[in-house]
């Protein structure tokens, strides 16, 4: 049974510090999803990790993969308040005909405070 | 936003009760997914679907029961609603890019009560 743990579950941070959240998962998948959602909102894709070394970034966040250690990275840079989210990880394994059933972490409650 | 809409948004029933959530989309995608999100679990999988009349059950499939009788529609069935089952319920959809990964787009959610 796959398993994705992310760490921390909550982080309360000050704007301009840098941070990392870990997503861990237990079987060997080479894809890897980063989502962000608000409260009482939506999941947003932010980044799809598909290979081994595999880098992303969008403004201030990068994402990266090593499917050898089984872990993802999300990692935040001077943050600011607009960052503020609850951040998922989700890696797919395959159903039926090509359909991918995403398991997701926990979720990271990211809080920056002014 | 992808063309997803969830009806309804909200609802409040009570125990033993049946309900329906629809998922509706405009994109043609043949890929459609119903996933539970309950604080400190994340999101978790339902039923999917991978074809018109094509479901299959996900990790936590008891007591729910699932449709797609058009390509645009997705059903969720409780057919005996019970309080675990109170939680925020999420549709998604997917395309399958040359079947390799399937990124996959969420629609509004609907808040789901059991009295």
Redesign the interface.
Known sequence: ELKVEQNPLFLSMQEGKNYTIYCNYSTTSDRLYWYRQDPGKSLESLFVLLSNGAVKQEGRLMASLDTKARLSTLHITAAVHDLSATYFCAVDIFGIQGAQKLVFGQGTRLTINP | DAGITQSPRHKVTETGTPVTLRCHQTENH??M?W?RQDP??????IH????VK?T?K??VSDGYSVSRSKTEDFLLTLESATSSQTSVY?C?I?E?IG???????????TRLTVL
């Open positions: 043949r890929y997914y996933y400190g679990h994340g999101l978790r999988l999917y679907s991978y074809g094509d299959d996900g990790e999420f998604a997917s399958g079947g390799f990964y399937n990124e996959q787009f969420f629609g509004p959610g």
